[in-house]
T-cell receptor
Framework: SQQGEEDPQALSIQEGENATMNCSYKTSINNLQWYRQNSGRGLVHLILIRSNEREKHSGRLRVTLDTSKKSSSLLITASRAADTASYFCATDALGALNFGKGTSLLVTP | GAGVSQSPRYKVAKRGQDVALRCDPISGHVSLFWYQQALGQGPEFLTYFQNEAQLDKSGLPSDRFFAERPEGSVSTLKIQRTQQEDSAVYLC???????????????FGPGTRLTVL
């Protein structure tokens, strides 16, 4: 069964706009990771945030984590057409990753 | 350097056939994971190896699924007597270490798309 749930399921924006995706999970975690998946490059690791961290940045990505609400958000700033992909959050409690169903992001020129 | 590779990339099997899916992890990576991804869903955990030891196989959906990693490097996922519900993308991932943290970042292969007719 899948632990995480991403919201929204689908998101369509124009280039240059920001995209925000949310993830909720159910059990305690060691860390939470975000992955991107598209047909061209498979599943690619984007960023990892530990359970004792609240915010992390990597380039145009900003991730927040609220363990009291069991939720995380991924913000992509100044989006590009190449950001079009599915985005998954994954929680890591005992080694294996538990993925959500993903948010499908479409960035149009 | 080389990433995780999987073969074949695509496999079509008739119901009842046995299939074997191969994963070559990144050299030196201790941990290896198999996931199953159905259309429109996120990957779901199947099984986990640390070196040659299979530490967790709780995600394998039935006893028709079997995985091995005899020398702690290449792994094979075997599905016996395939059924239509086995149709999915099978993803392999490897990580440098077996515990949580940055060394646990999992690197995924391109997957094998299995279609059972």
């Amino acid at each position: 069964s899948q632990q995480g749930e991403e919201d929204p399921q689908a998101l369509s924006i124009q280039e240059g706009e920001n995209a925000t995706m949310n993830c909720s999970y159910k059990t305690s975690i060691n860390n939470l990771q975000w992955y991107r998946q598209n047909s061209g490059r498979g599943l690619v690791h984007l960023i990892l945030i530990r359970s004792n961290e609240r915010e992390k940045h990597s380039g145009r990505l900003r991730v927040t984590l609220d363990t009291s609400k069991k939720s995380s958000s991924l913000l992509i700033t100044a989006s590009r057409a190449a950001d079009t992909a599915s985005y998954f959050c994954a929680t890591d409690a005992l080694g294996a990753l538990n993925f959500g169903k993903g948010t499908s992001l479409l960035v149009t020129p | 350097g080389a990433g995780v590779s999987q073969s074949p990339r695509y496999k079509v099997a008739k119901r009842g056939q046995d299939v074997a899916l191969r994963c070559d992890p990144i050299s030196g990576h201790v941990s290896l994971f198999w996931y199953q991804q159905a259309l429109g869903q996120g990957p779901e955990f199947l099984t986990y190896f640390q070196n040659e030891a299979q530490l967790d196989k709780s995600g394998l959906p039935s006893d028709r699924f079997f995985a091995e990693r005899p020398e702690g490097s290449v792994s094979t996922l075997k599905i016996q007597r395939t059924q239509q519900e086995d149709s999915a993308v099978y993803l392999c991932a490897s990580s440098l270490a077996g515990t949580s943290g940055p060394r646990h970042t999992q690197y995924f292969g391109p997957g094998t798309r299995l279609t059972v007719l």
